[in-house]
């Protein structure tokens, strides 16, 4: 299975929003509602931000959402945060029964 | 409060076997809907996701690693272990155990995750 793809990295502003997309395949991300976002911070282990394309688990800042358009799923975050300077993952679930993820993005804030 | 923890040595010799152990509490790796998960990070590098094991015993690994990789269920001991063969440098990483939930409608990794162990493969 090839990784899901995502931009090696994106930057924003303090309160700007910035957008990271997740291309994968009809056998992926395009096939089911069962992508999820991550965010990990040097030495953590990821945190999971948004499941099943567009739901948030709790605690989850409503900053975050998630959406997906045919093979391509998307994670924005709205009025920036310094706090949220990490690096971004994706998953989906696949037609193998298997996890896939994206080869994650580096999210800079200015 | 689900918890999960790694444990292994940290240091693995080129062509032997690397081995792993994750124990859980505040859950049961015997409960049904949940797949438990091991996932690895090569420094500096993104995440990949190993395989997983249901408590049934069945499991599911990456075709990239289906021949290396054997993951097993102690539910008296609520532990799940990653054994992963003839190992080399490319294979050093941080390992994390990790728990995933899918119904009918839902399926993802969840927020439980260990807090990760670094295994070196080095002569």
């Known amino acids: 299975q090839s990784a899901l793809t995502q931009p090696a990295s994106v930057s924003g502003s303090p309160g700007q929003s910035i957008t990271i997309s997740c291309t994968g395949t009809?056998?992926?991300?395009?096939?089911?509602?069962?992508v999820s976002w991550y965010q990990q911070h040097p030495g953590k282990a990821p945190k999971l931000m948004i499941y099943d394309v567009s739901k948030r688990p709790s605690g989850v800042s409503n900053r975050f959402s998630g959406s997906k358009s045919g093979n391509t799923a998307s994670l924005t975050i709205s009025g920036l945060q310094a706090e949220d300077e990490a690096d971004y993952y994706c998953?989906?679930?696949?037609?193998?029964?298997?996890?896939?993820f994206g080869g994650g993005t580096k999210l800079t804030v200015l | 409060q689900v918890q999960l923890q790694e444990s292994g040595p940290g240091l693995v010799k080129p062509s032997e076997t690397l081995s792993l152990t994750c124990t859980v509490s505040?859950?049961?790796?015997?409960?049904?809907?949940?797949?438990w998960s091991w996932i690895r990070q090569p420094p500096g590098k993104g995440l990949e996701w190993i395989g997983y094991i249901y408590y049934t015993g069945s499991t599911n690994s990456n075709p990239s690693l289906k021949s290396r990789v054997t993951i097993s269920v102690d539910t008296s001991k609520n532990q799940f272990s990653l054994k992963l063969n003839s190992v080399t440098a490319a294979d050093t990483a941080v390992y994390y155990c990790?728990?995933?939930?899918?119904?009918?409608?839902?399926?993802?990794?969840?927020?439980?995750w260990g807090q990760g162990t670094l295994v070196t493969v080095s002569s």
């Open positions: 009809g056998s992926d991300v395009g096939g089911y509602n069962y």
């Open positions: 990790a728990r995933a939930y899918c119904s009918r409608t839902s399926c993802y990794l969840e927020d439980y």
């Open positions: 505040g859950g049961s790796v015997s409960s049904g809907s949940y797949y």
């Open positions: 998953s989906s679930y696949t037609s193998s029964n298997t996890w896939v």
